[in-house]
């Protein structure tokens, strides 16, 4: 997919890590596998908004992998890359007070981002 067909999407964001990923030290963002999510893909350009704000950043998609559940996705990813300010079981249960067990079972994905523009 190139720059000129890549699709945009909006998704919100707390601003904790909305301010890692606009300084580029969170490059993993972390999502249940909802079904609007199921065709995301390399080339994406997701812009993330401070939900209730007009403050949005873009970046885009470098990669996307599926995990059965968040323990393994932080495994699977190493925590530093999700956020480089907590430590592994703070970031699992930051992770799951957002996402309740009913979610994480539809599946965790690692999406590995790039370049946050306003």
Do not use: W
Request: with cysteine; aromatic share 6%; proline share 6%.
């Amino acid at each position: 997919m190139t720059d000129s067909t890549a699709r945009v999407r909006e998704l919100n964001l707390y601003r904790q890590y909305f301010e890692l990923v606009a300084a580029g030290t969170k490059t993993i963002e972390v999502r249940v596998k909802y079904p609007h999510l199921a065709d995301l893909a390399a080339g994406d350009v997701i812009r993330f908004r401070i939900k209730g704000t007009d403050e949005t950043c873009a970046v885009k998609v470098k990669r996307v992998t599926e995990y059965p559940d968040f323990e393994t996705l932080l495994d699977g990813e190493g925590p530093v890359n999700v956020n480089p300010t907590a430590t592994r079981d703070q970031q699992l249960a930051n992770i799951r007070a957002i996402y309740p067990p009913e979610k994480e079972a539809l599946g965790a994905l690692a999406i590995e981002i790039e370049g946050a523009t306003p």
